[in-house]
């Protein structure tokens, strides 16, 4: 793996950080039981603060996401059909703005690709993020009949053997299995936000061949965008092929429990610190993307195509959420940094509450401010 420099930056922040997390002197198994304390300190937050609403987010009206594994079988089929329904929508995206375009899956896909320099490495991260997973899960709902809420996949249950958990074990219960084995696989050598990253290649590389997503029931049409030679022009062009994925223990390990500890604990009230953290190299929202890899997966203009984004980031989700409940009065009020990656992608304003973020065709423009809470302004849910 080799990395441009403003990657050896954050990757020289994280592992400063982490080579400090030894002072716990925690094993996975004790690390695992404080983020469970964490998550009922969150918890018993979000009930405290609705119980006596009379309006807005009510005990009534607040939905729960669960763990993907949690689910029973029948709920997690209801979910990948529900998916499979948004791929088999006519898009709403024009053809002057996404050629490639589909199927409404699509258009969520396109506009990440679209907003990418602005929502990563930089102040956009989590509240962009935050409205653009309530967007799909709305739609899944409302335009799929779908009556559950987004999953989330709690990465620390299965990192060390993620290709066996229940998120990737190919069964028709989980998001598909991993691509199938390439045994003379190339690196990917992609280039995004200033940085050159050249990733090996792991445990697939091919086809998803399992699951509900397997080859031949579902097609990414849009991206790769920074993928070095074979990227498909800016990524909103016509490039159909099957799911891909390359399912690594190596980035795996960067999302294990001492990491979700440290996380969630070594910044205290400085919320770009937790931003930073969470966005390095080897922080925990790079490692669950890189976990599975493959294509679109491996681009972080398109790796929505894969229906496993929208688990992974409603784990990112989870955890600003659990992390701001541990200081709420502080935490559900901060912004901080730029509208673009480092701020230099291009030199963009400091983000501020009325800052506000682009959905395209999805949605309104919304305001920073209100994403800040999961039981105000738009938002009414909570992880359990």
Known sequence: ????????????????????????????????????????????????????????????????????????????????????????????????????????????????????????????FYPFHRYYVHLYETTLREECGYRGTQPYWDWTLDWQDPAHGTVFDGSPTSIGGNGEYLPNNSPTNLTAFGINLILDPATGGGCVKQGPFREGTFTV????????????????????????????????????????????????????????????????????????????????????????????????????????ALNPNVRTKQVYGTETAFNTVPPSPNVTLDTEMDYGILAPKQKVGDMLSSIDGPFCYVYI
């Open 1 to 124: 793996m080799k990395l441009g420099s403003l990657f050896s930056y954050l990757l020289y922040t994280v592992a400063a950080i982490v080579e400090a997390a030894p002072q716990y002197n925690s094993t996975e198994a004790a690390a695992s039981k404080q983020i469970t304390k964490w998550q009922k300190q969150y918890n018993g937050y979000i009930d405290g603060t609705i119980k006596d609403r009379k309006q807005g987010c009510t005990k009534d009206k607040i939905i729960y996401r669960q763990e993907w594994g949690s689910l029973s079988h029948r709920q997690r089929i209801e979910y990948t059909d529900a998916v499979q329904c948004l791929a088999k929508k006519l898009p709403i995206s024009s053809k002057s703005d996404v050629p490639g375009a589909r199927n409404h899956y699509d258009d969520f896909v396109a506009q990440h690709i679209k907003v990418a320099p602005h929502v990563h490495f930089g102040g956009l």
């Open 221 to 324: 049409n849009l991206g790769p965008a920074t993928f070095n030679p074979n990227k498909h022009g800016n990524g909103l062009g016509y490039n159909p092929r099957c799911l891909k994925r390359d399912i690594s223990t190596i980035w795996a390990a960067n999302t294990r429990p001492t990491y979700v500890q440290y996380m969630l604990s070594v910044c205290g009230d400085d919320f770009e610190c937790f931003g930073t953290v969470t966005e390095a190299l080897n922080g925990t929202h790079t490692g669950g993307h890189y976990t599975w890899g493959g294509d679109p997966g491996f681009d972080p203009y398109s790796a929505a195509g894969d229906p496993v984004f929208w688990l992974h980031h409603a784990q990112v989700d989870r955890l600003w959420a659990i992390w701001q």
